[in-house]
C-alpha cells in the first residue's frame, strides 16, 4: 500500500523544490547579504518569487491538478502565507537562541536556511492535502 504523504508527487515536489531554492533562494541571500534588505523582506522576496514558480510547476507537474479556479489560487496563497509565517517565525528566535553568541548576520543567514527547511516540509504538506487536494 502506498503511503498518502510519501510517493512519487513527493519526488516530483522535491525537484521542483530544488529549482525554487536556486531562484527564490538565491534572491533572498542576494537581498540581504548584496542589497542589505531586512530579513524578513529578504526571506519574502524569496517566496513571491518562488511561489510564482512553484504555483505552476508544482499544480501541472508534481500534483497534475487540472482544475483551474481563483478559489485554487487562493488556497495556494494562504498554505504559502500560513507555511512562511510558520517556517521563519519559529526559524528566527531558535537560531537566536541557539546562535546567541554569534553576530545578527550569522544568526539571521541561519535562521532563513532553517526557515527554508521548515517552509519546504510545511508546504508540502499544505499544497498536498489542501491546495492541490485531488477530488
Sequence with gaps: MKSKIINNTLVKFLAVGVLNTIIGAGTMFLLYNLAHASYW????????????????????FTFESKEWSWSQV???VLNV????????G??????LKALAGQSVKVQENVA???????????????????AFKKK
Design 81 to 88: 502565507t500560513v507555511c512562511y509565517i510558520l517556517g521563519y
Design 90 to 95: 519559529l526559524a528566527k528566535p531558535l537560531a
Design 74 to 76: 487562493w488556497k495556494f
Design 41 to 60: 523582506l529578504s526571506s519574502a522576496a524569496n517566496y513571491v518569487v518562488g511561489g510564482i514558480v512553484s504555483f505552476f510547476l508544482n499544480k501541472y
Design 112 to 130: 532563513m536556511l532553517v526557515g527554508m527547511c521548515l517552509y519546504t516540509g510545511f508546504n508540502y504538506l499544505g499544497q498536498k492535502f489542501f
